[in-house]
């Protein structure tokens, strides 16, 4: 085969081409310290860089978003549990304060002061948010716990309880001494011993007080047959004559709404026919749940909104009507569980429930305890005005003054034997409410632990496969420089031989 100059011309010019293209490639390595550009450099370093590259995108999501964005939930959480526990602890603290029935009439008020400041503050810290979600809302991330000012709006709720919700409640009949005043003592009918009483009834302690009065709690239950049983109740107010305590002690079948206190009074034969219905233990259904409906309409703030704990309907038998949680009929209470997804195929649980630590219980055990003591303060003052009052009287004046002064003296011993009775059940109410708390941050605390060794081990799969990622993608700048230096020392001289090979032509030989 005849080689023409033309020929070694266009061969040298491939050659000078093809080494021009090697140090194009390493320019490039060099300049973007990777391997490949495109994925016809490498298609299996290509390929295995896509992978760990979307590793290494998950991972970041996981490191660097949801494990502090959850961690952030759980701290929050975690605070409002310990500002709960704290509040329950100082209310043991002035049950046990309230408890020793030697207390001035000045340590009742301040006992009575801290109980009211602490029952406004319980709730208010169950509307703890984060990042405007509300922490214990369940699902319900964008409605707060409670009302945060006065609202008219009607719910119809159906609190679904057992017959551990009963209990017992006293009631002091101080007859007319509440109202004695200087002017008006020498009027008083049954301001004297003779007037006081004491009367204990059975009760049921409904979520809320001030129900409407249109549609008064109706209980709802099953007798042994299976059938259903329905019991209405009579609205008495708690300044009715008689009370509603003596209506219902001195009527065996009386069920009373006060509305006052959120009570049901019970007659003994209603509360035996309640006591009677008893769950099966074999079976999976409950037999012996009681259901109590009812409605209210006037919410004041700082009132826990029913949505969150009971079945209930907003707005009933309206257009706007909203049924909420129709599940607890059925037994298959919903567990609202917010999860965050923290690593490959794990979550973690970053919320807790308003059911689980800030009950309805809190607030209407300081109820009773302020009604209470409260009494017993009315009652001490009505006590110092009457002995006043004696130093300046004389004949039937004093007299009625002294029958008066023993009727106090008579109330006040049933009602501070009531009180302390009282103050004693709260210490053991708060702590049961206080260990729930308790059992949260515990709960909130575990979960905390988890997320940190989660979050650990993130820490530690980002570190390898960044530096997986790095070694396939990632050039050795070192070589590729001496690389580059020695191509282009090979251009040069390839340049150089190439110019020398051209200048000898055919006219040389003539």
Same mark, same amino acid.
């Given at each position: 085969m005849r080689i023409t100059n033309k020929i070694m011309q266009r061969n040298n010019l491939s050659n000078l081409n093809t080494n021009k293209i090697y140090q194009d490639r390493l320019s490039n390595q060099m300049s973007t310290?990777?391997?490949?550009?495109?994925?016809?450099?490498?298609?299996? *370093?290509?390929?295995?860089?896509?992978?760990?590259?979307?590793? *290494?995108?998950?991972?970041?999501?996981?490191?660097?978003?949801?494990?502090?964005?959850?961690e952030s939930w759980l701290n929050v959480t975690e605070d409002s549990l310990k500002n709960l526990s704290e509040i329950l602890t100082k209310m043991i603290e002035q049950c046990t304060k309230g408890s020793n029935g030697d207390l001035k009439t000045t340590d009742k008020e301040i006992i009575l002061e801290?109980?009211?400041?602490?029952?406004?503050?319980?709730?208010?810290?169950?509307?703890? #948010?984060?990042?405007?979600?509300?922490?214990?809302?369940?699902?319900?991330?964008?409605?707060?716990?409670s009302f945060s000012q006065p609202t008219d709006q009607v719910y119809e709720i159906t609190e679904q309880i057992d017959r551990d919700a009963f209990d017992s409640?006293?009631?002091?009949?101080? =007859? /007319?001494?509440?109202?004695?005043n200087e002017t008006n003592y020498g009027g008083l009918a049954a301001a004297d011993e003779q007037a006081v009483g004491m009367v204990e009834v059975h009760r049921l302690r409904l979520s809320y007080d001030d129900c409407s009065e249109d549609y008064l709690p109706t209980l709802t239950y099953k007798d042994a047959d299976g059938n259903d049983v329905t019991v209405n109740s009579s609205v008495v107010h708690s300044y009715a004559e008689p009370s509603p305590y003596k209506q219902a002690a001195d009527d065996p079948d009386a069920v009373i709404y006060v509305p006052e206190t959120g009570e049901l009074l019970l007659g003994e034969n209603k509360y035996n026919e309640l006591m009677a219905v008893r769950d099966d233990k074999t079976t999976v259904k409950n037999e012996g749940e009681i259901r109590v409906t009812y409605q209210k309409s006037s919410w004041q703030k700082g009132d826990l909104r029913p949505e969150h704990y009971f079945y209930c309907k907003s707005d009933p038998g309206t257009d706007k009507?909203?049924?909420?949680? /129709?599940?607890?009929?059925?037994?298959?209470?919903?567990?609202?569980?917010?999860?965050? #997804?923290?690593?490959?195929?794990?979550?973690?649980?970053?919320n807790s429930t308003a059911d689980e630590c800030f009950q309805h219980g809190i607030g209407r055990e300081v109820d009773d305890l302020v009604g209470a003591l409260q009494e017993v303060i009315d009652l001490e003052k009505v006590r110092a005005k009457i002995e006043d009052k004696m130093k300046q009287s004389t004949g039937a004046d004093a007299e009625l003054l002294k029958k008066q002064l023993d009727g106090v003296d008579?109330?006040?011993?049933?009602?501070?034997?009531?009180?302390?009775?009282?103050?004693?059940?709260?210490?053991?109410?708060?702590?049961?409410?206080?260990?729930?708390?308790?059992?949260?941050?515990?709960?909130? =605390?575990t979960r905390s632990s988890k997320l940190e060794l989660i979050e650990n081990r993130m820490q530690n799969q980002k570190t390898t496969f960044e530096t997986l990622k790095s070694e396939n993608e990632d050039v050795d700048i070192t070589e590729v420089v001496i690389g580059?230096?020695?191509?282009?020392?090979?251009?040069q001289a390839?340049?150089?031989?190439?110019?020398?090979?051209t200048q000898t032509t055919l006219l040389n030989y003539i």
């Open positions: 310290q990777k391997k490949v550009n495109r994925p016809s450099d490498d298609p299996v *370093v290509a390929i295995r860089a896509l992978r760990l590259r979307s590793s *290494v995108t998950e991972i970041t999501q996981y490191y660097s978003k949801n494990i502090p964005d959850a801290q109980l009211k400041a602490l029952g406004d503050e319980v709730y208010t810290t169950g509307d703890a #948010d984060y990042a405007g979600r509300y922490v214990f809302t369940g699902y319900r991330t964008d409605t707060s716990l409640v006293t009631e002091v009949d101080s =007859g /007319d001494l509440l109202d004695w009507e909203i049924e909420y949680n /129709d599940t607890f009929l059925t037994g298959e209470t919903e567990k609202q569980a917010i999860e965050y #997804d923290v690593g490959f195929n794990q979550t973690i649980r970053v008579k109330a006040l011993t049933f009602a501070k034997d009531k009180t302390q009775k009282l103050f004693e059940s709260g210490i053991t109410s708060f702590q049961t409410y206080l260990d729930d708390a308790n059992l949260c941050i515990t709960d909130c =605390g580059l230096t020695s191509a282009e020392l090979t251009y390839a340049l150089m031989a190439t110019g020398k090979v």
